[in-house]
T-cell receptor, first 112, second 115 residues
């Protein structure tokens, strides 16, 4: 069982559509990060959220950290083929000290 | 900056053979992490070092796995003997600090296939 549950596992949409990816847990996290990974490469950090209720925007991407710091979401507006990739959430559980744990990821495919 | 460097990029070996994966972290980073990624289990932390000292190796699956960091610019992950279930992509990452707030920079990974 993953400490961080991501949904959906797979998402295939048309260019221009909006989408939301979720990252949920029963544990409290001191911080949460979102990474994007492209085939044949390592994950690349998109954002770190620290405060409960925090919202961060990165161009067409909006990240939110839940008030209780147990969940997070990633919303993409007007998706483009370049957004295609594996999206991973990762966090430091309060009870695990400095250890970063990853969710299983959401595979996103944006068709043109 | 060259980023995190891993070698080899691909490794195909036979069951029972010793495998050594190598990593050069970003200069100035004092924390280094080894991960394994599979379709079934996702990205798993195997071990991490801070200032060349192993801090947490609880993710190392078995005694067949060992990792060393002899200096600030080099680390190895060794599997001896290797088994087919070790087939995965192994990533090395480094960061400026140990806390989860710090960004981890990942290398391109080593794709290991054990036949």
């Amino acid at each position: 069982t993953q400490l961080l549950e991501q949904s959906p596992q797979f998402l295939s949409i048309q260019e221009g559509e909006n989408l939301t990816v979720y990252c949920n847990s029963s544990s409290v996290f001191s911080s949460l990060q979102w990474y994007r990974q492209e085939p044949g490469e390592g994950p690349v950090l998109l954002v770190t959220v620290v405060t409960g209720g925090e919202v961060k925007k990165l161009k067409r991407l909006t990240f939110q950290f839940g008030d209780a710091r147990k969940d997070s979401s990633l919303h993409i507006t007007a998706a483009q083929p370049g957004d295609t990739g594996l999206y991973l959430c990762a966090g430091v559980p309060m009870e695990y000290g400095n250890k970063l744990v990853f969710g299983a990821g959401t595979i996103l495919r944006v068709k043109s | 900056d060259a980023g995190v460097i891993q070698s080899p990029r691909h490794e195909v070996t036979e069951m029972g053979q010793e495998v050594t994966l190598r990593c050069k972290p970003i200069s100035g980073h004092n924390s280094l992490f080894w991960y394994r990624q599979t379709m079934m289990r996702g990205l798993e932390l195997l071990i991490y070092f801070n200032n060349n000292v192993p801090i947490d190796d609880s993710g190392m699956p078995e005694d067949r796995f060992s990792a060393k960091m002899p200096n600030a610019s080099f680390s190895t992950l060794k599997i001896q003997p290797s088994e087919p279930r070790d087939s995965a992509v192994y990533f090395c990452a480094s960061s400026e600090g140990l806390l989860g707030l710090r960004e981890q920079f990942f290398g391109p990974g080593t794709r290991l296939t054990v036949l």
